[in-house]
């Protein structure tokens, strides 16, 4: 394809991502009427808070505090585990203080005033999902034969060390069609696939639509839409064995998502791709699994 076309495609592209992401961004006030202060309750107080949000691209903190009496700083996670305010990524001491969500992945906050971050007033949230493709003109793919999916590629189907964020970063970005075929790898009788229904994804709660025990377990793709995959088996769920993917339409065929977010002057053409920088995934994951992904972290950086 031409450079020029591309260039200009990519362009529309990212102008069609940012104002989807701006249409939808969600202003989540930290702590709720609390704001963000040394909280009674200690850290778990943040962290409960952060289980009752789902947090998108494009989404905006609000850290509400008196100018004076605190402050907002973004740490690393270490910096965060630590309550180390030394070298902050970014530091605001004036509230109410703002802050976009603005990549895929975690953000970690805290007080750096004497002894806040110790005694609770720190955050930690992931940002998982990029939000639902929701209507703006829909560019098709080009028509393809089916692919085999090797979910999770060489690591398989576990518990992923780093949590949910593993397996949302697989799917990130891929084309999955039906005709399509999922391939899980795991050991038999440690583990399985569980299709799932969105809310039992989200609170990880053990209602299956159906379970395949024996690996390899093969799945073919035959429903457009939003699929949920995880495990039956005690706790996989919650430390983040999550899979979601969004389906479209036939592999050889235009896709056919729904007719509300299509356009009829959207172009055909082979601007879509896992670099177009369009977002597909429509699933979000709860802060629950953050909060689960919070404590595993904080499990694992104790028992290190
Ligand atoms: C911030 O806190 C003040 C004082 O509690 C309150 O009046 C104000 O509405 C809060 N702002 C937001 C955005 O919640
Ligand atoms: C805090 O972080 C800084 C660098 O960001 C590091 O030099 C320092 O050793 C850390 N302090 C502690 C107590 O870990
Ligand atoms: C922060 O966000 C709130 C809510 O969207 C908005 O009302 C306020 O003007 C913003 N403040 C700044 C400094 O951007
Ligand atoms: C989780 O379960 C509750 C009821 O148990 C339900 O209301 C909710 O919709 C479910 N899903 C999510 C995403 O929270
Ligand atoms: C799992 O069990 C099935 C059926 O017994 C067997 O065919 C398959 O090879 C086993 N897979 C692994 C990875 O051991
Ligand atoms: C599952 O898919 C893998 C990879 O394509 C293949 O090697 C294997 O034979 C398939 N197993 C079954 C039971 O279809
Ligand atoms: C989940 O459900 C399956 C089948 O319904 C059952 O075999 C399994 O023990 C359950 N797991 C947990 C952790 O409750
Ligand atoms: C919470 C936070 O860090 N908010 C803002 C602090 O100030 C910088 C610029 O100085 C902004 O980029 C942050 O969003």
Redesign the pocket.
Known sequence: MDKTILVVLTIAAAALLHTAAADHSTVHVVGNQLGWTVPPGGAATYAAWAATQIFELGDILVFNFTTGDSDVARVSKEAFLTCNSTNPITLNTTGPANFTLDALGDYYFISTFQNHCALGQRLAIYVIYAPAPAPFPYIYPPPRAPVTWVVGDNFGWFVPPGGALFYATWAFGKDFRVGDTLVF????GSSDVATVTKDAFFNCTNTTISVYS???ANITLTTPGDHYYTSTYPRQCIFGQQLAIYVYGSASNEPSPSPSSRSSGAPTTSAYGPSSGISKAPARVSGLTGLAITILSIAIALFH
């Open positions: 790898n795991f050991v038999n024996t690996s390899p």
